[in-house]
C-alpha cells in the first residue's frame, strides 16, 4: 500500500534554531514529491517539486532534498513567519495525476 | 502565476439546503481539478478528480450524488453540496493542474469554509 509518513507531527523551535521535517515514502513508483506549506484557515501554499533522488530546492530559508526513500525540508535560521504546517505529497506513476498526503508536520517558532 | 481562486471563501446554510462552491483557474488551463476536504488538523482528503468535459472520479466513500462536481471549461469547476447536513461541516479546498506551470503541480485554491446550522 502506498504510504506518505511525515515526522515529527509538531515542532517548537526558538527563532534561529535550525532543523528538519522528515517524509518518508513507501510507493510502488514516484513520478514526484512536492512539498506545501499551509497557514491556518488556508489553502496548501506550493512550494517545491521534486522528482529525482539526489535533487535539492531552495528558497529562501527552506532547502529540500529527496532519496529514494525519504525527503527532507531543511529548515535554516527559522522566523517566527515560517510557523506553519507543512506537508508532504506524492504523486505516484499509476493511478493519474492524483497525490497522496501526508498529514503533515506543525511547525512553531517561538520568537 | 498559478493563481487558482475560490468562491466563497466562507458559507453558512440550513441543513437540507444545497451550496454551490466555484473553483477557478485564473492565469492558467486547468485540464484537471481536484476537491479535497480537511477536517481540524488533519491533512487533505482527496473527494474527488475532474477532467474537463468528462465527469469526475470520485474515492471510495464519496457520494456521487451528494457532491456534484461539473468541470465545464478549462477555467471551472463547482462542487455542489446537495441536502448539506451539519456533519458535511468541513473546510473544502480545490486545487488545479495543467498547462502553463510544473504540468505536474497542483496549486491550491484559498478553500472554503463550510458550516451547515
Known amino acids: 500500500e502506498d504510504q506518505v509518513t511525515q515526522s515529527p507531527e509538531a515542532l517548537r523551535l526558538q527563532e534561529g534554531e535550525s532543523s528538519s521535517l522528515n517524509c518518508s515514502y513507501t510507493?510502488?513508483?514516484?513520478?514526484?514529491l512536492f512539498w506545501y506549506r499551509q497557514d491556518p484557515g488556508k489553502g496548501p501554499e506550493f512550494l517545491f517539486t521534486?522528482?529525482?533522488a539526489g535533487e535539492e530546492k531552495e528558497k529562501e530559508r527552506l532547502k529540500a532534498t529527496l532519496t529514494k526513500k525519504e525527503s527532507f525540508l531543511h529548515i535554516t535560521a527559522p522566523k517566527p513567519e515560517d510557523s506553519a504546517t507543512y506537508l508532504c505529497a506524492v504523486h505516484l506513476l499509476r493511478g493519474g495525476d492524483k497525490i497522496i498526503f501526508g498529514k503533515g508536520t506543525r511547525l512553531h517558532i517561538l520568537p | 502565476g498559478a493563481v487558482v481562486s475560490q468562491h466563497p471563501s466562507w458559507v453558512i446554510c440550513k441543513s437540507g439546503t444545497s451550496v454551490k462552491i466555484e473553483c477557478r483557474s485564473l492565469d492558467f488551463q486547468a485540464t484537471t481539478m481536484f476537491w479535497y476536504r480537511q477536517f481540524p488538523k488533519q491533512s487533505l482528503m482527496l473527494m474527488a478528480t475532474s477532467n474537463e468535459g468528462s465527469k469526475a472520479t470520485y474515492e471510495q466513500g464519496v457520494e456521487k450524488d451528494k457532491f456534484l462536481i461539473n468541470h465545464a471549461s478549462l477555467t471551472l469547476s463547482t462542487l455542489t453540496v446537495t441536502s448539506a447536513h451539519p456533519e458535511d461541516s468541513s473546510f473544502y479546498i480545490c486545487?488545479?493542474?495543467?498547462?502553463?506551470?510544473?504540468?505536474?503541480?497542483?496549486?491550491f485554491g484559498p478553500g472554503t469554509r463550510l458550516t451547515v446550522l
Open positions: 510507493v510502488s513508483g514516484l513520478r514526484g
Open positions: 521534486l522528482y529525482s
Open positions: 486545487s488545479a493542474s495543467g498547462t502553463g506551470g510544473h504540468l505536474d503541480t497542483q496549486y
